[in-house]
């Protein structure tokens, strides 16, 4: 009888990765091996626990289970002992704008991470927690990107991220600068940030206001508060839990409380110097989601290149059978 070996990623939602693992399949019709390979593993799991169990408990199971200390500690051996191949093969990738994209924030996150680290030696805890809402907010537009691409598998999430999104931040720094510079010689107009581009650089010359307003519509896609609101327009509650993955939730919740320290807020001064919190806790808990954000970046640039070859798939394949024990283990 002829057999499907197919990989199943995050558990089993059709374009959306967060866990790997094989599973082997008779598939006796013709008819039926021409489906999706993600049918067959949702069944699978689907007759194993149960619809009703098996959205419940893959959600349970991605809060729990999906960057526990052992995983981490696998996926950064995966990662750190490939990297120089890692590299060659996202220089070369077919999506060459995606796999930049998603390995720059790779190389960002680690080096706001080293900062984190430091802080976290010297216990300068306001400091660290300032660092760590700029590492959420890096993570969170990675995985956008990342979300983005198993969407839709092609280019275009990268060529958004570099062509609209930095003309977006383009336009917005020059009107910034023109209003500083009004401030300063006490002039009032409502030059938009096209306008005064328009102004400085003929080649913008012929850029229309409906243009400008699409490139607008474009970058701010990849505003924390826009992704937050696109990842909820899935219309199924149930997997709609599954497709932000629990685990990212918990950033986002995380980035929240941490709105404070970056905006001098006084909320973050009573927490830091009036309450009575546990400094090693504090530090803890710092390093805690530092270092699951790091692993997070790290495990979609793999899945990224796992599209391409196959290689990096059976990497990951020991991750997932991790979770797949972790997770049998909760089941009641």
């Given at each position: 009888?002829p057999?499907?070996?197919i990989?199943?990623?995050?558990?089993?939602?059709?374009?959306?990765l967060?866990?790997?693992?094989?599973?082997?399949?008779?598939?006796p019709?013709?008819?039926?091996?021409?489906?999706?390979?993600w049918?067959?593993?949702?069944l699978?799991?689907y007759?194993?626990?149960?619809?009703?169990?098996?959205?419940?408990?893959?959600c349970?199971?991605?809060?729990?289970h999906?960057y526990?200390?052992?995983i981490?500690?696998?996926?950064?051996n995966?990662?750190?002992?490939?990297?120089?191949k890692?590299?060659?093969?996202?220089e070369?990738?077919?999506?060459?704008?995606?796999?930049k994209?998603l390995?720059?924030?790779?190389?960002?996150?680690?080096?706001?991470k080293?900062?984190?680290?430091?802080?976290?030696?010297?216990?300068e805890?306001?400091?660290a927690?300032?660092?760590?809402?700029?590492?959420?907010?890096?993570?969170?537009v990675?995985?956008?990107?990342n979300?983005?691409?198993?969407?839709?598998?092609d280019?275009?999430?990268?060529?958004?991220?570099?062509?609209?999104?930095f003309?977006?931040?383009?336009?917005k720094?020059?009107?910034?600068?023109?209003?500083i510079?009004?401030?300063?010689?006490?002039?009032?107009?409502?030059?938009s940030g096209?306008?005064?581009?328009?102004?400085?650089?003929?080649?913008?010359?012929?850029?229309?206001?409906?243009?400008?307003?699409?490139?607008?519509?474009?970058?701010?896609?990849f505003?924390?508060?826009?992704?937050?609101?696109?990842?909820?327009q899935?219309?199924?509650?149930?997997s709609n839990?599954c497709?932000?993955?629990?685990?990212m939730?918990g950033?986002?919740?995380?980035?929240?409380k941490?709105?404070?320290?970056?905006?001098?807020?006084?909320?973050?001064?009573?927490e830091?110097?009036?309450?009575?919190n546990?400094?090693?806790?504090?530090?803890?808990?710092?390093?805690?989601?530092?270092?699951?954000?790091l692993?997070?970046?790290?495990?979609?640039?793999?899945?990224?290149l796992?599209?391409?070859?196959?290689?990096?798939?059976?990497?990951?394949?020991?991750?997932?059978d991790?979770?797949?024990?972790?997770?049998?283990?909760?089941?009641?």
């Amino acid at each position: 009888m002829p057999q499907i070996q197919i990989f199943c990623y995050h558990l089993f939602t059709p374009g959306d990765l967060s866990g790997t693992g094989f599973a082997i399949i008779p598939v006796p019709d013709p008819h039926l091996q021409q489906l999706p390979a993600w049918i067959f593993c949702y069944l699978l799991i689907y007759f194993q626990y149960g619809s009703f169990g098996f959205w419940s408990g893959v959600c349970n199971f991605v809060g729990k289970h999906i960057y526990s200390n052992n995983i981490q500690s696998m996926i950064k051996n995966v990662f750190d002992s490939n990297i120089t191949k890692i590299e060659k093969d996202i220089e070369n990738s077919k999506f060459p704008k995606t796999g930049k994209a998603l390995y720059r924030f790779y190389k960002k996150i680690s080096s706001i991470k080293a900062l984190v680290d430091k802080m976290s030696d010297i216990k300068e805890v306001y400091a660290a927690k300032i660092l760590l809402r700029a590492l959420f907010e890096h993570l969170i537009v990675s995985y956008y990107i990342n979300y983005r691409y198993n969407e839709e598998k092609d280019d275009k999430v990268g060529e958004e991220y570099y062509q609209e999104y930095f003309m977006q931040e383009f336009f917005k720094q020059k009107g910034y600068s023109q209003k500083i510079e009004n401030i300063r010689n006490n002039i009032t107009n409502n030059l938009s940030g096209l306008d005064i581009v328009k102004g400085e650089y003929k080649e913008f010359e012929e850029v229309t206001e409906t243009q400008y307003q699409g490139i607008n519509a474009i970058g701010n896609k990849f505003k924390v508060y826009k992704i937050l609101k696109q990842l909820n327009q899935i219309e199924d509650g149930t997997s709609n839990l599954c497709q932000l993955h629990d685990y990212m939730l918990g950033f986002l919740d995380e980035y929240n409380k941490l709105s404070s320290y970056v905006h001098g807020g006084p909320f973050a001064e009573k927490e830091t110097y009036d309450d009575s919190n546990d400094l090693d806790n504090e530090i803890k808990y710092i390093n805690n989601w530092a270092e699951a954000s790091l692993n997070a970046i790290k495990e979609h640039i793999l899945l990224f290149l796992g599209d391409e070859k196959t290689e990096y798939l059976l990497m990951l394949q020991p991750i997932m059978d991790e979770r797949i024990k972790k997770y049998g283990s909760q089941q009641q």
